[in-house]
């Protein structure tokens, strides 16, 4: 066993045994990913740095910092901030929908100064350290049981809705989403999968009539015949596709893209930044970007099998799936496979909250990683 080695296993790691402990293989793929978002910024403003590309490189710099840092903190300490982070997200949402800032229809900004803070995105942390604690407490044949399974069902719910209430439908589905894959990590039985989709489908009728909003229905039905209004409603998806499709098995080139460089793309630096991506790199570059971002997911797949504290795997799990379902809902809304919900591309789109919540959660999941010797004694009940 090497100095290192033994000193992770006694739990006493020094600065310098951190730093050499961190996975800078996953770092360099996760900067590799950025500089693509930094091209395509690059490319759709014209072979420009502004307005975005430069900032965006600033975020990534702060993220970077952030990340570090985050991975020198012991996983213990991320457990003991786990309920206050989560308190305080929560109360940010509140406070987003009194006094918040409001832009495309939506209130999902703090200004705090020149920045505008987007808490929804804390939340998706929060959410995971918070239920990734309460679970860590209670055994296998515990989670199921419907007294303990109602606290990090309300946990789920709470922000959920004040999300919605935004209206910020995406990430709404991504907040459940992540509570639900922790509660069936965690070893929720097989026999509440059932009456709960039972019960989403029950859902949809409901929040259709009284949570839904008039434009969020007018993407559905988009979504489900594009042409019937493709200069009106449709007309995101339908040039989303045209972008897609024009670039062809090898794309035209970088800073060829005819669609962005016309206007023609929708929110091209943001949520629809894949589609200039696709135009000129083409079906080669895009399944490139994909490789590169299933080693990502691997990699985090790794760090969470490696960890021995159930609160360790818990949390890097969340952080993966989170990152995955970025991606998925991203990407299969850019193609048309579902109604465009408005969630960016991870690392791609531009977004200073979106970039520094993205690095802050590699950080953690770093965390785990450098500390994943480090066993923590599970408790009943959740409170630790």
Known sequence: MTIRAYAAARRTLTLADKLYEINWGLVLLVTLIACVGFAMLYSVAGASFSPWAGKQMLFFAAGMVLLVVAALVDVRIWLSLAYPAYAVSLLLLVVVLALGHSALGAQRWIAIGPLELQPSELMKIALILALARYLHG?????????????????????????????????????????????????????????????????????????????????????????????????????????????????????????????????????????????????????????????????YGVQIAMSARSQFGRLVAMGLVLNFFFYILINGAMVMGLIPVVGIPMPLISYGGTAMLTVMFGFGILMSIHVHRQVEIPRHSGGII
């Open 138 to 298: 209670l055994g296998v044949e515990d989670v199921s049981k419907p007294v303990r399974l109602l606290i990090p069902l309300v946990m789920i719910a709470l922000p959920a809705l004040l999300v919605l209430k935004q209206p910020n439908l995406g990430t709404t589905i991504i907040l459940v989403a992540d509570g639900i894959s922790l509660l069936f990590l965690a070893g929720l039985s097989w026999w509440w999968i059932v009456p709960a989709l039972a019960g989403v489908a029950g859902a949809v009728p409901v929040a259709w009539r009284f949570f839904l909003h008039d434009y969020q229905k007018a993407r559905v039905m988009t979504f489900l015949n594009p042409q019937s209004d493709a200069l009106g409603a449709g007309w995101n998806i339908t040039q989303a596709k045209i972008a897609i499709g024009s670039g062809g098995l090898t794309g035209k080139g970088f800073l060829q893209g005819s669609q962005s460089r016309l206007n023609f793309l929708p929110e091209k630096h943001s949520d629809f930044i894949v589609t200039n991506y696709g135009e000129e790199f083409g079906f080669v570059g895009c399944i490139a970007l994909l490789l590169l971002f299933a080693v990502v997911i691997g």
